[in-house]
């Protein structure tokens, strides 16, 4: 997938407070394309299969698991 594909791809999880690693995956973006935005400064790793866009309005995230 081209990056603006993907970003477009990623728009409806962006916008949630917080998604997972599967969500992304169902969107047909893979992992490594999730990675990429992590060190670009898009996407931020909250735990272990649990992200959040920077742009995302930040909820309270109280380690539950979602």
């Known amino acids: 997938m081209r990056k603006q594909t993907v970003l477009d791809a990623l728009q409806p999880l962006l916008s949630k407070p917080y998604f997972t690693s599967k969500e ?3 969107l047909g973006v893979g ?6 935005y992590i060190k670009k400064g898009v996407i931020k790793r909250i735990r272990r299969g649990v992200y959040q866009s920077f742009f995302a309005e930040i909820g309270h995230f109280n380690g539950e698991i979602l």
């Open 31 to 36: 992992i490594a394309a999730l990675h990429h």
């Open 24 to 26: 992304v995956l169902d």
